[in-house]
């Protein structure tokens, strides 16, 4: 942790609250005031400039700078401590102390910051020191204050509750909410970090990396669900439907406990997951002959490219998730006490391409019914697992 020290003048500056050593602070600060670089750690969102709130409040800069502070809720900061001084004119001269994380702390205490407000922030950030677009200009912008609460006092733990909390009326995504407490920390660590750019983990943080990123940790937990004994035993005749028609809950009901099995193993799901498509172009892409289907008449694919977790492009070929989810779950057969019985890109060797025939053929003799009816059809998942399962019944 490095202690930062941010000063700025603002129009009114209030004690609103008091408990032990818990302070809130209320402020009236002239957006040009505003210090630049506050860290946004302990906010569940990444901000972003094409988010519609973010237009909104360009255009009342742009338009009625002196009617920003009614128009817009404002800005909380966590800071470490904070003193208001009266000077001369009725102002106040305010000092305000941060812990801001060091590259060393990462995982621990999420730092001081921009807690809620992300949104405001940003935009007058841009809105003074950025770069515009020709014909973007804020000619009254020294008119335009914006409201900060500062509070003080404030324990690690209750940083991520408070942020939790006041970020559930943004509809923040609940796998950026868990982010706080950094229990996504175990996938970070099995992800391969020649894919962390094409995942995210909390909304708008692609804009760290070149270009936008096509995935979230929700597509991690799935995959991993996927091949997980634990939840979707295959000798129970238990199958991982839940990871394509119910995402959602598995985000809600993750623990680590369940996953440490498959975890280790994320790298190979996604290596396997690559030659499923790779597979599925030889069939239907252009590559392909079409021999088993009509890929744009199908519910869920369309003729045109697609980027998986590992950078891999398929040419031509967007491929729905019921045809290739329960390819990748079948080969949770050969998973014994965390570890494949033979190396991965032997089994797949083996099988992959029986699979993904069986797959297309099993399709077909349903009369090509709808993808949704197809997904939710037990027996789309249990007849790829059982034809590995009657071979491997011993494990």
């Excluded at 506050?38 to 255009?59: I, Q």
């Excluded at 892409?285 to 590992?310: E, R």
């Amino acid at each position: 942790m490095e202690m930062r020290n941010v000063l700025m003048t603002a129009k009114s500056a209030c004690r609103s609250y008091v408990d032990g050593e818990t302070e809130i602070w209320n402020l009236a600060v002239p957006a040009s005031e505003l210090p630049q670089n506050l860290p946004y750690g302990p906010n569940a969102r990444n901000a972003s400039l094409t988010a519609k709130p973010a237009k909104a409040m360009l255009k009342t800069l742009k338009d009625e700078p002196d009617k920003f502070i009614l128009y817009n809720s404002g800005m909380m900061l966590i800071a470490d401590k904070i003193s208001a001084k009266r000077i001369e004119g009725g102002d106040f001269k305010v000092s305000i102390s941060m812990d801001i994380p060091s590259a060393e702390d990462e995982g621990d205490f999420l730092g001081h910051g921009v807690i809620n407000g992300g949104h405001t922030y940003m935009v007058l950030m841009h809105a003074l020191h950025g770069k515009h677009k020709p014909r973007e200009s804020y000619p009254n912008l020294s008119q335009a204050c914006v409201q900060v609460s500062v509070a003080v006092g404030i324990n690690e733990d209750e940083v991520a509750q408070i942020s939790f909390a006041r970020n559930l009326s943004l509809s923040v995504p609940l796998y950026a909410l868990k982010n706080l407490d950094n229990i996504w920390q175990p996938i970070k660590e099995a992800l391969p970090p020649e894919y962390r750019r094409n995942v995210v983990f909390k909304p708008n943080e692609d804009g760290e990396f070149e270009g936008k990123a096509d995935y979230d940790v929700t597509d991690l937990v799935r995959r991993l669900g996927l091949l997980n004994n634990k939840l979707f035993d295959f000798r129970q005749d238990k199958h991982p439907i839940k990871a394509y028609q119910s995402r959602a809950t598995l985000v809600k009901e993750w623990k680590e406990e369940n996953y440490k099995e498959v975890l280790p193993l994320l790298k190979d799901i996604l290596w396997l997951e690559e030659q499923i498509f790779k597979k599925q172009e030889s069939i239907n892409g252009t590559k392909g002959a079409g021999k088993k289907i009509v890929i744009s008449k199908v519910s869920g694919c369309k003729p045109q490219d697609m980027m998986l977790i590992t950078g891999y492009k398929t040419t031509k070929l967007t491929l729905g998730d019921i045809f290739y989810m329960p390819v990748l779950a079948a080969f949770r057969v050969f998973i014994k006490n965390g570890e494949w019985i033979e190396p991965v890109d032997v089994l797949w060797e083996k099988w992959g391409d029986k699979l993904v025939d069986r797959l297309w053929d099993t399709y077909r003799q349903e009369g090509r019914s709808s993808a949704s009816a197809f997904a939710r059809s037990k027996s789309t998942w249990s007849t790829l697992t059982n034809m590995l399962a009657l071979h491997f019944i011993q494990i």
